[in-house]
Nanobody, 119 residues
Framework: QAQLVESGGGLVQTGGSLRLSCAAS????????MGWFRQAPGKEREFLGR????????YYPESVKGRFTISRDSAKNTVYLQMNSLKPEDTAIYYC????????????WGQGTQVTVSS
């Protein structure tokens, strides 16, 4: 099963952009679905979107549609989260995760990467 490591977080000003990376090591499968979540202090974990490993089909909730984009580089075993027009309320720890196939639950999680948006 894949292990996941996020990177790319940091401090950015309001209106700025960041691209997060999620590198997968170990066994990966064509049926895998990669997801991104975030969690702000005192709040529940929030789903940001997902991409299929095979084919790159994406889905986003309305809350981030148009600002966040998920992509993957199969050759590098890496999934990306491009975030634009960042707002202070986007401040959170961002996590990537994997589901082994459609309809299965999220299994392995990365350690998370902190994103802080200053006003």
């Amino acid at each position: 099963q894949a292990q996941l490591v996020e990177s790319g977080g940091g401090l950015v000003q309001t209106g700025g952009s960041l691209r997060l990376s999620c590198a997968a090591s170990g066994r990966t499968g064509s049926s895998y679905i990669m997801g991104w979540f975030r969690q702000a202090p005192g709040k529940e974990r929030e789903f940001l979107g997902r991409i299929t490993w095979n084919g790159g089909s994406t889905y986003y909730p309305e809350s981030v549609k148009g600002r966040f984009t998920i992509s993957r580089d199969s050759a590098k075993n890496t999934v990306y989260l491009q975030m634009n027009s960042l707002k202070p309320e986007d401040t959170a720890i961002y996590y990537c995760t994997v589901a082994l196939f459609a309809g299965s639950g999220w299994t392995t999680w990365g350690q998370g990467t902190q994103v802080t948006v200053s006003s």
